[in-house]
Protein backbone atom coordinates (compact mmCIF):
# COMPACT_ATOMS: atom_id res chain seq x y z
CA UNK A 1 0.00 0.00 0.00
CA UNK A 2 1.51 3.19 -0.94
CA UNK A 3 0.26 6.72 0.81
CA UNK A 4 -0.41 10.30 -0.77
CA UNK A 5 -0.59 13.30 0.87
CA UNK A 6 -3.06 15.77 -0.38
CA UNK A 7 -3.81 19.16 1.06
CA UNK A 8 -7.29 20.42 -0.14
CA UNK A 9 -10.39 22.71 0.79
CA UNK A 10 -13.23 21.61 1.82
CA UNK A 11 -16.09 22.81 -0.31
CA UNK A 12 -19.51 24.59 0.95
CA UNK A 13 -21.62 21.80 0.10
CA UNK A 14 -18.87 19.32 1.70
CA UNK A 15 -17.43 17.97 -1.31
CA UNK A 16 -13.57 17.89 -1.77
CA UNK A 17 -11.61 17.46 -4.92
CA UNK A 18 -8.13 15.46 -5.28
CA UNK A 19 -6.06 16.48 -7.96
CA UNK A 20 -2.61 15.32 -8.51
CA UNK A 21 -2.97 11.24 -6.96
CA UNK A 22 -0.32 9.54 -8.88
CA UNK A 23 -2.45 5.99 -8.82
CA UNK A 24 -3.86 4.20 -12.05
CA UNK A 25 -7.60 5.41 -13.18
CA UNK A 26 -9.98 2.46 -12.26
CA UNK A 27 -7.99 1.74 -9.18
CA UNK A 28 -9.39 1.29 -5.90
CA UNK A 29 -8.35 3.76 -3.06
CA UNK A 30 -9.57 4.04 1.03
CA UNK A 31 -9.68 7.98 1.48
CA UNK A 32 -9.10 9.33 5.08
CA UNK A 33 -10.25 13.01 5.55
CA UNK A 34 -8.71 14.44 8.70
CA UNK A 35 -9.06 17.87 10.27
CA UNK A 36 -5.90 20.36 9.76
CA UNK A 37 -4.25 21.47 13.32
CA UNK A 38 -5.00 25.10 11.66
CA UNK A 39 -8.35 27.01 12.46
CA UNK A 40 -8.32 28.63 9.50
CA UNK A 41 -10.98 28.76 7.53
CA UNK A 42 -11.05 30.10 3.36
CA UNK A 43 -13.54 30.58 0.89
CA UNK A 44 -13.59 28.81 -2.24
CA UNK A 45 -12.00 32.01 -3.86
CA UNK A 46 -9.24 32.32 -1.53
CA UNK A 47 -7.61 29.07 -1.30
CA UNK A 48 -5.17 30.17 -3.40
CA UNK A 49 -4.19 32.99 -1.19
CA UNK A 50 -3.68 30.86 1.70
CA UNK A 51 -0.60 29.16 -0.33
CA UNK A 52 0.77 32.48 -1.09
CA UNK A 53 0.70 33.26 2.64
CA UNK A 54 2.68 30.37 3.62
CA UNK A 55 5.14 31.00 1.28
CA UNK A 56 5.86 34.74 2.14
CA UNK A 57 5.72 33.92 5.97
CA UNK A 58 9.14 32.55 5.01
CA UNK A 59 10.56 35.68 3.46
CA UNK A 60 13.08 37.18 5.07
CA UNK A 61 13.35 34.48 7.95
CA UNK A 62 17.03 34.01 7.07
CA UNK A 63 19.07 36.54 6.59
CA UNK A 64 22.01 35.55 5.23
CA UNK A 65 24.37 31.75 5.21
CA UNK A 66 28.18 32.38 6.32
CA UNK A 67 29.47 29.16 4.40
CA UNK A 68 26.76 26.92 3.21
CA UNK A 69 28.55 24.31 1.44
CA UNK A 70 31.00 24.10 4.60
CA UNK A 71 31.34 20.82 5.79
CA UNK A 72 29.59 19.94 8.90
CA UNK A 73 32.18 17.70 10.46
CA UNK A 74 35.75 19.20 9.83
CA UNK A 75 38.03 17.06 6.94
CA UNK A 76 40.73 16.05 10.22
CA UNK A 77 37.51 14.27 11.83
CA UNK A 78 37.76 12.07 8.62
CA UNK A 79 39.69 8.69 8.76
CA UNK A 80 40.00 7.92 5.39
CA UNK A 81 42.02 11.25 4.51
CA UNK A 82 44.45 10.57 6.99
Not at 11 to 18: C, P, V
Not at 20 to 33: A, F, M, N
Not at 54 to 62: A, D, E, I, N
Request: glycine share 4%.
Amino acid sequence: MNVYKVDTIVMADGSIILKGLPVSVGKLVEVIVLDSTSDRTVDDDSASLMIDERWKSLQGSVTRYDDPFEPAIPPSNWDVLQ
